[in-house]
């Protein structure tokens, strides 16, 4: 699906106009030493943007078009609303499956970590002490299990009807090689042994009433409420589609938002 900014301030979002509201979006080609591979990225920087903004690092679903996906008049909306305090936003390509964490095919999340927010930073100007992640689906899962693995890296973690299971043997084909790479990213898991998992830092999950993944969310949400966690938990009416959560974009970046504003924490990963 092709996306072309215009200097009119619209976005051809396939067959659509997306309005961007002022924002400026601008692609990149990252060639990534972790991966092997070059892969393109995608900035949006709001309106009456300028240096030294924080950065939310936002990740897609799996087999969506990473680069586009998240290109929605809520976005862009949600983003001016949030005026001076709206962050500088860096689309992460997770490729079709990867799950965004370290395995056979790549480092994933080390990518995300090491190189993506680094060359975001660079490209915008952003402020290396203000980061938050999170994502959709696959990337609600990446973007847990990554702060997972760089605890007090992130001022803010979201899972926005995050891809969960109970066991590796309830995963799809593709999510993960194998029992052991599983067990080394099972998030759920990871935060019953540990409910401490993410400690101070504010945590947001989301999920509809009709989506699969309902049970799992609502599980790690009552272990992480049980550790003492920062957290937000919403259960909605809907299921696990773009809709779903495109409704609810604005309310996604007013959180980011605000956990960005109360945020200082030492620059670099």
Not at 87 to 105: C, E, K, Q, T
Not at 218 to 243: E, Y
Request: hydrophobic share 40%; aromatic share 8%.
């Amino acid at each position: 699906m092709l996306v072309l900014a215009l200097a009119s301030g619209w976005v051809a979002h396939g067959l659509l106009s997306v309005d961007t509201h002022g924002a400026r979006i601008e692609r990149f080609t990252l060639h990534s030493k972790l991966l092997h591979r070059s892969l393109q990225e995608t900035l949006v920087a709001p309106p009456r943007g300028g240096d030294g903004r924080p950065l939310l690092v936002f990740l897609h679903g799996r087999g969506a078009d990473g680069q586009n996906s998240n290109l929605s008049d809520e976005l862009f909306a949600g983003l001016a609303k949030l005026g001076r305090d709206a962050p500088d936003i860096v689309f992460a390509n997770g490729g079709v499956a990867s799950y965004f964490h370290d395995r056979a095919s790549g480092r994933w999340g080390s990518y995300v970590v090491d190189e993506v927010i680094p060359a975001a930073i660079r490209r915008l100007h952003a402020d290396p002490r203000r980061v938050a992640i999170g994502g959709v689906s696959m990337g609600g899962f990446g973007a847990l299990d990554i702060a997972r693995v760089h605890p007090g890296r992130f001022c803010a973690v979201g899972g926005h009807s995050a891809a969960l299971w109970e066991s590796g043997g309830e995963t799809p084909a593709g999510a993960f090689d194998d029992t052991e790479d599983f067990a080394r990213h099972d998030v759920l898991g990871a935060a019953r042994a540990h409910p401490d998992l993410f400690a101070a830092t504010p945590v947001w999950l989301d999920v509809g009433t009709e989506d699969p993944f309902r049970a799992a969310d609502t599980a790690l949400a009552s272990t992480l409420r049980g550790g003492g966690a920062h957290l937000t938990f919403h259960v909605w009416p809907g299921a696990h589609r773009g809709s779903y959560w495109r409704s609810h974009m604005a309310t996604y970046l007013r959180f980011y938002a605000r956990a960005l504003a109360r945020c200082d924490r030492p620059s670099g990963p």
